[in-house]
């Protein structure tokens, strides 16, 4: 048996291919409990052979799993009990289990921003001491 990916990304579809069933045989391929049923097709004079050229196969579209984790694939023909399994990798998704970036991507340093607020206080301190000064000489 092979599939178009053993490496899938949760959810993804997928193809499996089972060779060597009978022409006209069901197959069923079987994943984390779920059946997906295909007819084993083949050219003409097709027979049960697992690996000739020319032999019968049958082709299933599958879902993989949406849990992270490894797999087995099972196909069997109903009629003629060939079976064949592989193993599929379900991947964590992209970005799964990390924290996400908080805070600011400014361009402007803090530290600029620390002294322009230094300024300012200082400024602030400046004009209510000269207010201070003359509202007591007008006293």
Known sequence: MTVSDSTLAPGASFTATFTGCQLGETVNFTLDGTT???ACNGAAGARRLPSATGA???????TAPTAPGTYEL???????GADASTTIVVAA?????QIPET???SSIPAAQIAGGLVVVGAG??????IRRRKATAAA
């Not at 998704?93 to 289990?97: K, L, P, V």
């Open 124 to 129: 602030l301190a400046g004009v209510a001491g």
């Open 103 to 105: 805070g600011s991507d």
């Open 56 to 62: 019968a196969t049958a082709t299933a579209t599958l």
């Open 74 to 80: 099972v196909a069997v023909g109903l009629t003629s």
């Open 36 to 38: 997906v049923q295909a």
């Open 93 to 97: 998704a992209a970005g799964g289990g």
